[in-house]
Nanobody, 122 residues
Framework: QVQLVESGGGLVQAGGSLRLSCAASGRTFSSYVMGWFRQAPGKEREFVAAISWSGSRTDYADSVKGRFTISRDNAKRTVYLQMNSLKPEDTAVYYC???????????????WGQGTQVTVSS
């Protein structure tokens, strides 16, 4: 079992930055693929970014490529999402996800956090 706890959300003006963190429990964190998803009001949950267990592979949604960076610190059992040049359309609840085998953009990840709200004002 893996438990995920997100933090770092908040209110920011357009053009600003935030860094989300996702702390994971469990001794095998370093073997898990980690992902970030988001869900805006009235919309389906969508893929944002993913990172392989070693950090050597990353993938980003086109809408955030060049603005967001996913990274991980296996010693701290934490994955990060650095968000720069934020736009009002980035407003959503951001979820951290983990899986021991699946690496991809579908929401087939086995474990999910509770989410953290990000609001970008114009």
């Amino acid at each position: 079992q893996v438990q995920l706890v997100e933090s770092g959300g908040g209110l920011v003006q357009a053009g600003g930055s935030l860094r989300l963190s996702c702390a994971a429990s469990g001794r095998t964190f370093s073997s898990y693929v980690m992902g970030w998803f988001r869900q805006a009001p009235g919309k389906e949950r969508e893929f944002v970014a993913a990172i392989s267990w070693s950090g050597s592979r990353t993938d980003y949604a086109d809408s955030v490529k060049g603005r967001f960076t996913i990274s991980r610190d296996n010693a701290k059992r934490t994955v990060y999402l650095q968000m720069n040049s934020l736009k009002p359309e980035d407003t959503a609840v951001y979820y951290c996800a983990a899986d021991d085998t699946y690496y991809g953009r579908r929401d087939d990840y086995a474990y999910w956090g509770q989410g953290t709200q990000v609001t970008v004002s114009s």
